[in-house]
Each structure stands twice: as C-alpha cells, then as structure tokens.
C-alpha cells in the first residue's frame, strides 16, 4: 500500500479502507479474520500497544475530572477489543461511539449529539482531539474546540489551512494536549 493511499483512507472504517488499500481482497473475509486475531494479537503485544504516555496523559485527564468519549467511524467488529476489560482504554474511556451505535458519522456533525445528551454538555464546553480534516470538520460544525494531532504525519497543517477548518491547537505529539486541555 502507497503511503498516498494510507492517508486517503485514513479515518475510514477498516471494512471500506481495506478495499482501496489491497484491491480484490475478500472484505467479508478479511473482517472476519480480524475479529478472530485481535484478541491474540493484543494479548501477545503485536497490535494496537497504547504507548504508556498516551495511558498516561489519559489518566491525567481523567483524574482532572474530564469524560473521555472516542468517537469513530469504525464497526463495532473493529472496536470491541478496546471495550474488553483487559485494554487499557476501557477502564479510561467512558463511552465507545461507533458505526453501530451512532446516527451519524463524521464529517457530519450531529456524530457528536448522542454524547452531547449523554454527558449532559454543551459543545461548547467539548475539545476533539483528532487527526484528520473530517474531524475537524466535524468538530468546529458543531461548535466544539479541535486539537489536530500530527503525530501520525497522515495530514499537514496546510492541508486543514487549505480547507479552511479553524484548529485551535496542533498538538505535534499525543502527549501535548494534556497541557493546553488543563489549561483551558
């Protein structure tokens, strides 16, 4: 896969990034495979390792009284592992939103009304943490502050320039919200 195809699928669900990113592959199977594996895959530390850093900035928020949601446009088949008890986002995250859960997906910015009611909050009192335009797209529609991530490399800040979506924070490293989400 070109690293050009990557980034265009980045922030799709597998099941449709996967088309794009190996032409011909058998979706259905493929799905299936990865929800078979993941569970070994976690257990043995060959994927989705959450940098203790990351763990780290997440249990800061936590303890400053902050609700941690992800929101995602992925399948529930691509995000119940970080729900099981054994992750360690589970025990941080207080709301998993995915594709089988949600109205909407993003870019659309009603993705965010579900947690909206369910945390009892007004957008304006939100931060998004992403890396992607939809994100940010998303984010500043509905009225929320955006922190773009760049760690990934996956998007420049140009390219949110270039399309005109206001980012309140770039954040080079995961690590660095935890400073400007306390401090505002």
């Given amino acids: 896969m070109s690293r050009t195809i990557h980034q265009i699928t980045w922030g799709q669900n597998l099941k449709d990034a996967i088309k794009e990113r190996v032409p011909g592959i ?4 493929f799905m299936k495979r990865f929800e078979e594996q993941v569970p070994e895959a976690i257990a043995n530390g060959t994927f989705d390792n959450v940098p203790e850093r990351n763990i780290t900035v997440l249990d800061a928020l936590k303890k ?23 992750h360690p986002l589970s025990s941080r995250i207080d709301m998993f939103y995915h594709r089988d859960n949600s109205e909407h997906l993003k870019p659309d910015p009603r993705v965010f009304n579900r947690a909206f009611y369910e945390f009892d909050v007004a957008p304006f009192a939100c931060v998004y943490v992403g890396d992607t335009l939809k994100d940010g797209f998303a984010t500043k ?3 929320m502050e955006f922190i773009a991530v760049m760690e990934s490399g996956l998007v420049s800040r140009e390219a949110f320039k270039n399309v005109n979506i206001p980012v309140d924070f770039f954040a080079p490293k995961f690590t660095d919200i935890l400073p400007y989400i306390l401090s505002h």
């Fill in 26 to 29: 058998d979706n259905e199977e």
């Fill in 64 to 86: 400053a009284g902050k609700k941690l949601a992800i929101i995602t446009s992925r399948s529930f088949g691509e995000v119940k592992f970080m729900m099981d008890k054994t």
């Fill in 141 to 143: 529609e509905a009225g």
